[in-house]
């Protein structure tokens, strides 16, 4: 049994994963922890980390960025393994990450989905020979509109593992209106589109000359992301101290 202090539980994911865990006989959410307060039948929320007073294995993290780092300084202080789902970080925070990575179990993932996670291993393995022959890559991403940060993080996860395998030298472009030049050989484009209840719509589009080969993936429904990250959670009860990803998971 993986018990479960889930951060962000007012939000939709929260409200997602505390339905999925009441499904789940290997997994208990202990407590819950979100500032604006609510509640549910099967465990107590409190407004702040100091007022939680449960045992947990591991923290499920679907809040926003800027309770990050007061999550990261907990997990920390407590030695307690969290699920990093929040996207939006900024520098900063990456490097906060990998310094409480270094005190305590930290999973940090763009997109907590099996499809998503394998589409990035299938990127790895296509772009240097579509980039050989001559492709060029954007990513389109949509999203509801609700969403905050822009691109997402699951769009910038895809363009770096389309970079990393080419030489890490590309340029990421999110706004090509205020210049009027051809596009360079060593960019990707990324565009977001906000709008509506679109849970998470990704293309992966290789243009070349007279073909267009585009890699997709679909978001039906926001319970992708919460069994992906109840997966998560399990994976890392009783991990040693370390930085892993949903690519650990899926091994």
């Known amino acids: 049994m993986t018990k479960i202090l889930l951060h962000g539980a007012c939000g939709r994911m929260g409200h997602m994963i505390a339905d999925l865990a009441e499904k789940d006989p290997d997994v208990e959410i202990t407590a819950g922890v979100d500032a604006f307060g609510s509640t549910f039948g099967t465990f107590p929320v409190v407004a702040s980390l100091e007022d939680v007073t449960q045992d947990a294995d591991v923290v499920i993290d679907f809040s926003n960025a800027k309770a990050a780092d007061t999550l990261l300084d907990y997990c920390a202080e407590h030695a307690l393994p969290v699920v990093l789902c929040t996207t939006g970080l900024s520098d900063a925070q990456l490097a ?4 409480v990575s ?3 179990a930290v999973l940090r993932s763009a997109n907590m989905s099996v499809g998503i996670n394998l589409l990035l291993s299938l990127l790895g ?3 240097p020979k579509l980039a050989a022959a001559g492709f060029d890559c954007e990513i389109v991403e949509k999203h509801h509109n609700q969403k905050l940060d822009a691109p997402s993080g699951t769009a910038v ?11 890490g030298d590309y340029e990421y472009i999110c706004d090509r209106q205020t210049r009027r030049q051809e596009r360079p050989v060593k960019e990707i484009g990324i565009a977001s589109v906000r709008g509506g209840t679109i ?9 070349g000359e007279d073909e267009v080969i585009t ?3 679909r978001a039906y429904s926001r319970a992708i ?4 990250a109840l997966a998560a959670a399990k994976f890392l009860k009783g991990r040693p101290a370390g930085l ?3 690519q650990d998971v899926l091994q």
């Open 96 to 99: 906060h990450v990998q310094a």
């Open 102 to 104: 270094e005190r305590t």
């Open 125 to 127: 393995e296509a772009a």
């Open 157 to 167: 996860a895809l363009a770096d593992a389309v970079n990393e395998s080419l030489g």
């Open 199 to 207: 849970p998470g719509d990704h293309d992966v589009i290789f243009a």
């Open 215 to 217: 890699f997709s993936h």
């Open 225 to 228: 992301f919460g069994k992906g």
């Open 244 to 246: 892993y990803t949903m």
